[in-house]
Structures are given as structure tokens and as C-alpha cells.
């Protein structure tokens, strides 16, 4: 679901403006640049983002190696230093961007708004010796992206390589609002002007990834359906690309092969065409078919898990219940590696916190007694 209020031609425009200065554009990169962090200490050393001790997890544009741009919810990036500070670089901020940064387990927020210095990215009295940071973005691609240009450290200090994390899995959510994790820790109402309470590191992906000790992908957004929703252009335009627009270059598949793929769309393709008395859109069924066969042919090995719920629409919609329905229906026939889930668990607005761990041990059990995720 999209900010209400929004027309669908302010909404796009929105979208058209972040996608054309999202960063896929290497000549913008020289041209918007926004204030990075410094240490107080006037001895320091830089550390560029093409070092190769930082690790990257996710779909990232690295088009320039020492110039990164973080994309997607759910990116991640790790840094093994040594010292007592460090102080994170970026540039070219778009939209708003917020980050989880964790320092030896403790996690504050980075916040990062177009035109303005970046808030809480820098880290100091961290004591002697060895430390790790990861960086996790709350915050969905739509929202804004931002360049990553590494780190300064301390007079004398040095990064080094980290072990990569022994994942058991290799999970990928594709969805909607719902997946990205939007408004879950916001209040009563849902709000759209401050990204900093979209928070994908509370979402049902994130924690059904984290019980199965499984690599994280989310390429979610808010608004998207089959084929209307609250954005103008549908999933199929997406799921592919490296930025969240249509004429975005194409992401490398081959790159990161995910074992489980979960793909939760529909709500919006309900929610959109009701609120202006029209049908529910015809070609869902068989545009949903075509979408997860477009999948199946990226990864041929991968189980896809076909989800649906956590608001209204996906839940008790008649018009998206039946559609969807066929649509698995069709998926499943001769396919022993696709399967579906339909959460219970269903809120009048966005899922918050609370709903969204409802949301993932509902997932995380059929999962395990289904013998899905083995």
C-alpha cells in the first residue's frame, strides 16, 4: 500500500525522480555529493569501499567498485577493524535511507536524508583491539538508495577480512508493503513521511530467514502488484532489476542462487482497483503463472513458496482468493518443488512488530513440519 493521500501522479513522479538519481548513473555520483562523516581526530585512515576485506551480501549496483550503492532492504555490509573509531563514508543520498549498525552486538541506527549529513555514523570509544560492524538496511530501494564509500579509521588502524557466515539456506522474498516490513514500528496509524519506522530487520522474511540461519535477499516493494498497484509498473518489471524501476540494468542471477523463493503479491492488485469500484484485474491469475515461471527458469532448482496474507486483501478479499487460487493451482501441477502458504494472521492496516513475528512462526513452522526446508 502506498502514503495515503498520494495521487497516482504524484506517487510516480516520486518514483520516476528517485529511480532517474538513484545512482545507476555513474556521471551523478561526481555531481550530488552529501557531507560524510569524519573522525575528531585530525590522524586517520581512509579505507575505500573496493577493500577487500568488506563484505557485501545482497543486490548492490557496483558499477564503480570503490563507489557501491546500497539498494535494496535487507543489504549488508561488514567491516572487521581494528581501533577505538570508525566513521562511515557515504555519498549521493537519495530519499531517505536508514541503516542497523552493530559494533560487537550492540546495534544503533545510521539516518541518512537527501541534502542532509548523515546522523549516528560515527563510532568512537570502542576501546583497543578488534571489532566488526555490519551494516543492515532497514529501509526499502523505493525509499532512497545512498553510495557507500568506506570507512575512516583511527591513526594507525587497519581493516581485515571477516569468516563468512556458515548459512545453512539461501532465502529471497519477493512481495509487496507487506514483505518490505512497512509502518511495523509505527503507532496506531500508518505514516509514509518518515522512513525510520519501516524497518525490515522486524519483518516475517527477516525473521523466518534468521530461524533457519539462512542468506538473506528481500526484493520487496511497497505498493507493487501482479498487475496494478499503487506504483506504475508491476512485479514482472522488478524482480530482475538492479534498482526498483523498468529501465534499470538487469541483476545477474547467477550471481547469488537462492534455495528457497518466497513470492507474496496481490494485495495491492485488490486494494487498488476496489478503492476506484473496478474489477479485480483479469490477467492476475495468468500473470502471477507467468512471473513465477520467469522465476523457475532464473533458478531451476529452487523450491518457491507462493504466499499470501497479512492484511486484508490476502486474507479475505473473495476477488483476490479465488484468482490466487488458480494460480497455485496451475503452478503446482507438475511442479513437486512449488508449494503454498497462506498466513491466518491478518491486520486492517499494515502488519507492525507484533504481527510480523505472528506472521513468521506461522511460515517458520509449516516450513519445518512440511518438510519444505530441510
Known amino acids: 500500500m502506498p502514503p495515503s493521500g498520494l495521487s497516482d501522479v504524484a506517487q510516480a513522479s516520486s518514483l520516476l525522480r528517485l529511480r532517474t538519481i538513484a545512482g545507476w548513473k555513474p556521471a551523478l555520483l561526481s555531481i550530488l555529493v552529501l557531507v560524510t562523516s569524519s573522525l575528531a581526530s585530525a590522524a586517520t585512515v581512509p579505507v575505500s569501499a573496493a577493500d577487500p576485506a568488506i563484505r557485501y551480501e545482497g543486490r548492490f549496483d557496483t558499477t564503480q567498485a570503490d563507489a557501491p ?60 583491539g578488534r571489532h566488526t560492524l555490519t551494516l543492515f538496511k532497514r529501509s526499502e530501494a523505493a525509499a532512497g538508495t545512498v553510495v557507500f564509500r568506506g570507512v575512516t579509521l583511527g591513526d594507525g588502524a ?29 503507532g496506531i496509524e500508518d505514516q509514509w513521511d518518515d522512513r525510520s519506522t519501516h524497518n525490515n530487520a522486524k519483518s516475517y522474511a527477516r525473521l523466518t530467514a534468521d530461524a533457519f540461519a539462512a542468506d538473506y535477499r528481500n526484493i520487496a516493494v511497497s505498493g507493487m502488484g501482479i498487475c496494478e498497484g499503487y506504483v506504475p509498473f508491476p512485479a514482472k518489471d522488478i524482480w530482475d532489476r538492479v534498482y526498483p524501476a523498468p529501465d534499470s540494468p538487469r541483476a545477474d542471477l547467477t550471481a547469488w542462487i537462492p534455495d528457497i523463493v518466497f513470492v507474496n503479491y496481490g494485495e495491492n492488485d485488490d486494494s487498488f482497483t476496489k478503492k476506484d469500484e473496478r474489477p479485480f484485474p483479469s490477467a492476475f491469475a495468468a500473470e502471477y503463472v507467468a512471473l513465477v515461471r520467469s522465476m523457475r527458469a532464473a533458478w531451476p532448482q529452487a523450491r518457491i513458496v507462493i504466499l499470501r496474507g497479512g492484511m486484508f486483501g490476502g486474507s479475505e478479499s473473495p476477488r ?9 493451482e496451475e503452478l503446482e501441477r507438475g511442479d513437486a518443488r512449488i508449494a503454498h502458504f497462506a498466513f491466518a494472521h491478518w491486520t486492517p492496516h499494515h502488519p507492525r512488530a507484533a504481527d510480523h513475528k505472528i506472521m513468521a512462526v506461522a511460515l517458520i513452522a509449516w516450513l519445518r513440519t512440511s518438510g519444505f526446508c530441510r
Open 69 to 128: 550503492v546500497v539498494i535494496w532492504q535487507g543489504s549488508r555490509i561488514t567491516v572487521g577493524f581494528e581501533g577505538d573509531s570508525l566513521a562511515l563514508n557515504f555519498d549521493a543520498a537519495k530519499g531517505q535511507v536508514f541503516f542497523d549498525a552493530t559494533i560487537d552486538g550492540t546495534t544503533t541506527r545510521v539516518d541518512l536524508r537527501e541534502g542532509q549529513p548523515p546522523v549516528g555514523a560515527t563510532f568512537t570509544g570502542l576501546g583497543a
Open 158 to 186: 587497519t581493516v581485515h577480512a571477516t569468516p563468512a557466515p556458515a548459512y545453512a539456506l539461501r532465502m529471497l522474498f519477493f512481495g509487496d508493503s507487506i514483505t518490505v516490513g512497512a509502518n511495523n514500528e509505527d
Open 320 to 328: 483476490l482468493r479465488g484468482p490466487w487460487d488458480a494460480a497455485v
